[in-house]
């Protein structure tokens, strides 16, 4: 299913995810994938649950090929002509049952590159209108799914710098985001301040 593209933001009453679309790169206009390396798109969802922002996050098998274990944003390679944003909607299906039709897409953040696994990865960030069902983790690829507080992920205090992980690392229900996912957090939580700070401040 052709994932939708939600660009009538402008048209609702102004709030976080027009602030946000704001602030991000253009769904078509972010970049380039680095030549050479193995395209991949990845998608930070924001919905409301229990009267805060949540974002998903998977923790991947330990058999995985490629970032074992590692906690991550939904996500994927591309296949063999396909658009970065509908690749990013079609794994999100895939991993964790989100419909891809019902994701509304604000923008990307600049991509990154991994260079153990060559992939270059272009985050996405999309809005849920509506509290998703269940999450359920694809057991092929993934071993869980985490909803994990969008004031978490921005509380600079909560972050560790190279202890006891290299890099960048948030503890977040008995996991660890670090490396690549804590390289596109980078890129994309300062946007995500900044629009929360804009809607407070209409508020």
Avoid: C
């Amino acid at each position: 299913m052709t994932p939708r593209v939600m660009y009538d933001l402008a048209y609702q009453k102004p709030g976080f995810p027009a602030s946000l679309a704001a602030h991000l790169l253009p769904l078509s206009g972010w970049g380039a994938f680095r030549r050479g390396a193995r395209p991949a798109a990845v998608t930070a969802i924001l919905y409301r649950k229990a009267g805060e922002w949540r974002v998903p996050f998977v923790v991947r098998r330990a058999d995985a090929p490629s970032h074992p274990g590692q906690v991550a944003l939904p996500g994927g390679g591309l296949h063999q002509g396909e658009d970065a944003w509908a690749a990013a909607a079609r794994e999100a299906e895939e991993e964790i049952g989100v419909d891809g039709a019902s994701l509304q897409a604000l923008g990307a953040g600049p991509p990154v590159y991994a260079a153990i696994s060559n992939y270059s990865v272009v985050p996405f960030i999309a809005w849920l209108a509506h509290e998703p069902e269940p999450f359920a983790a694809d057991p092929g690829e993934l071993t869980a799914v985490l909803e994990v507080p969008l004031d978490r992920l921005l509380d600079r205090a909560a972050w560790h710098q190279n202890r006891p992980w290299p890099g960048p690392n948030l503890p977040v229900d008995g996991q660890v985001i670090w490396g690549l996912t804590a390289g596109l957090l980078a890129g994309l939580l300062p946007a995500i301040a900044a629009a929360r700070a804009e809607d407070a401040g209409r508020s």
